[in-house]
């Protein structure tokens, strides 16, 4: 908790320079008469507004002013005169003020001898212009009044761009402020040899709850104060998350040993010293056409791949990495679309009895097909459903159209047909699920005994009893669970004897395996053997050949899935087959 919120320094280099000395309220006076000049500081003469004394900065012409003004640092109020030079003179350094030397903290009081040149009112609210007045208007009261109002939205206005681009903890510029400042950086194009990087703290949150806020405070002060102090003006540096830091700099400054040799040291606050590691994400690829913001995101890119693999070390950035994630990018979007128009559907693979032959159910699973006709593997773009969260929609119009088709279905003869559907780990932790499945069941009218729910292996064997729970509710409304690709995780046996489940699941490849000679089917005889003693039906998927069947079946596995009996089917396709099967 910070309480010092009304101490609000001033961070600019310059500040620090003359925070020994008494800070003073800079005012220039533009205008081309050398008695104006005179009277307005006569008139101001050793007064103090709002706590500090004046100081005056003089220019005779828009053009004396703009130079001084690209290098005289933080003034507060110009008074400008409207006609100098020419006509326009004022108005047009008002324009350049704002426009070209993006002074927007800058208080403009504009003064004129005629009252015929009074600028529009247009003109006053685009360029921020904070007070018009008449010369004649400007006596001692009325300057006093008129300064003192410019200087206290000054103030105002730099104190909401503190809040607004600096972090208050460390001082440093936030995320936004970064961004401009590697922008602006960037644009000046003198700086071809810079890197942006972005340094994370390892483990920062578990220290955070170890030793509490406060000290988790200091040390990201600590960290602050020494990367300013090591690194030094030729870096930028922000805080630009909790505990990340935004670096841009030179990079022979910012060579990534260096910066993390600067970890090696304990950090010490106060009574106590730690010792903390970071990991650095970085890029160096700066030119044409990317922003500031795209180089934070490419260093970010770098550093969640440090953060994967190399913790307490950096990655550099490549393009190659970038068109990996943008291409994720696009999928994602093509996906959005294709579920808003509709480009998604089910097709259905038959499961037989492996003992008679006859089909005891289907497998509901989904299709992309892209604009263009090619189809998207399920493999490519679930992962993707998953990490946006599409996939809670995406399951539940799958669940929903399946249980329609079993309607379908059913009315053609096969009463007890089952059908079965894959739930994702994501939609089966999202708390609306069992309301939903409960939904679907009664809008559909199904026998919740002939809907299937199948969840992989290692979804099942996380979080038990978060599992069980779930499972049971699942249960409870008649719906029956199968543990699918059954072998590829790492189920315990005691674990797996509690959860309520209906049916295992063989994974493809301990199938295929049953053709080749070598290791010749162990694992699919093991699970057949397990789900004999749990007492769970087995079925066995993957099957393409006459002779996996055989040996399945001697083994006692009950049920089979595969291009052998069929390939996933369209509705329409199903149903054909389904008639070419059926007894006349
Ligand atoms: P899965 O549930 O293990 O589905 C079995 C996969 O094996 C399917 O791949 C199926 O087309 C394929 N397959 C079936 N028989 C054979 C065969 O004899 N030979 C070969 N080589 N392959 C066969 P698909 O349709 O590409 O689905 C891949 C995975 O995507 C599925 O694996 C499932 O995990 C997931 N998936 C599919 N639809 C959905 C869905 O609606 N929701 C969720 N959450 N996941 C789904
Ligand atoms: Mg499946
Ligand atoms: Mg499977």
Avoid at 1 to 9: A, E, G, K, N, R
Avoid at 140 to 146: G, S
Avoid at 189 to 198: H, L
Wanted: one cysteine or more; glycine letters at 6%.
């Amino acid at each position: 908790m910070q309480t010092d919120s009304d101490t609000l320094h001033f961070l600019d280099d310059e500040s620090i320079d003359t925070s020994v000395k008494e800070a003073v309220w800079r005012l220039m006076v533009v205008d081309d008469e050398p008695d104006v000049h005179r009277a307005t500081t006569f008139a101001l003469a050793g007064i103090r507004i709002l706590g500090r004394p004046l100081q005056f900065l003089h220019a005779y012409s828009a053009a004396e002013a703009t130079t001084m003004l690209q290098s005289e640092p933080d003034v507060a109020v110009v008074l400008l005169d409207v006609v100098m030079e020419h006509e326009n003179a004022g108005l047009a350094l008002v324009k350049t003020i704002r426009q070209t030397l993006k002074l927007t903290d800058l208080r403009i009081i504009l003064r004129t001898g005629q009252p015929g040149y009074a600028p529009e009112i247009e003109t006053i609210h685009d360029f921020d212009i904070n007070d018009y007045k008449t010369k004649s208007e400007l006596t001692r009261t009325k300057l006093y009044a008129t300064v003192t109002a410019a200087l206290r939205a000054y103030e105002q206005i730099r104190k909401l761009d503190e809040l607004a681009f600096y972090d208050r903890l460390s001082s440093l510029p936030n995320r936004n402020k970064f961004v401009d400042l590697s922008e602006e950086r960037l644009r000046s194009g003198s700086y071809p040899d810079d890197v942006i990087a972005i340094l994370d703290l390892d483990d920062f949150a578990e220290i955070n709850d170890a030793l509490g806020h406060q000290q988790g405070d200091r040390l990201l002060q600590a960290v602050a104060d020494r990367l300013k102090l090591e690194l030094g003006p030729a870096v930028i540096l922000a805080r630009i998350g909790g505990d990340t830091f935004g670096l841009m700099g030179p990079r022979s400054v910012m060579d990534p040993a260096t910066v993390l040799s600067l970890f090696r040291k304990p950090f010490v606050m106060q009574d106590d010293s730690m010792v903390v590691t970071s990991t650095m994400g970085i890029t160096s690829i700066l030119g044409d056409g990317i922003s500031g913001r795209d180089a934070l995101k490419d260093a970010n890119i770098a550093l969640k791949r440090a953060k994967k693999s190399r913790r307490g070390g950096f990655v550099m950035f490549s393009a190659e990495m970038g068109s990996d994630i943008r291409e994720r990018v696009r999928l994602l979007q093509s996906l959005r679309s294709a579920v808003e128009s509709e480009r998604l559907f089910i097709v259905y693979q038959p499961q037989v009895n492996l003992g008679t032959g006859a089909v005891v159910g289907v497998e509901a699973l989904i299709r992309w097909r892209n604009e263009d006709g090619s189809f998207v593997p399920p493999d490519r773009f679930i992962p993707l459903a998953e990490a946006s969260g599409m996939i809670v929609a995406i399951g539940d119009w799958v669940l929903r159209m399946a249980c329609h088709e079993l309607v379908r279905l059913q009315a053609m003869g096969l009463a007890d047909l089952r059908m079965s559907v894959n739930v994702s780990q994501i939609q089966f932790r999202h708390p609306d699920f069992i309301e939903k499945l409960n939904a679907a069941l009664i809008d559909t009218r199904i026998n919740p005994k002939c809907l299937e729910l199948e969840i992989t292996e290692s979804v099942a064997m996380e979080d038990p009893g978060f599992m069980l729970d779930t499972l049971n509710l699942v249960r409870e409304l008649g719906i029956s669970i199968a543990i699918d690709d059954f072998g590829t995780g790492y189920s315990s046996l005691s674990h797996l004897r509690e959860l309520p489940i209906d049916r295992l699941k063989i994974d493809r490849a301990f199938v295929t395996e049953l053709s080749q000679r070598v290791s010749g089917g162990h694992i699919a005889s093991m699970v057949i053997e397990l789900g004999r003693n749990l007492n769970l039906t087995v079925i066995a998927e993957g099957i393409e050949e006459e002779a996996q069947a055989a040996t399945l079946r001697e083994m006692g596995c009950h049920e089979g899935q595969g291009y052998l009996y069929a390939k996933p089917l369209t509705a329409n396709q199903l149903k054909e087959w389904l008639e070419a099967r059926l007894p006349s």
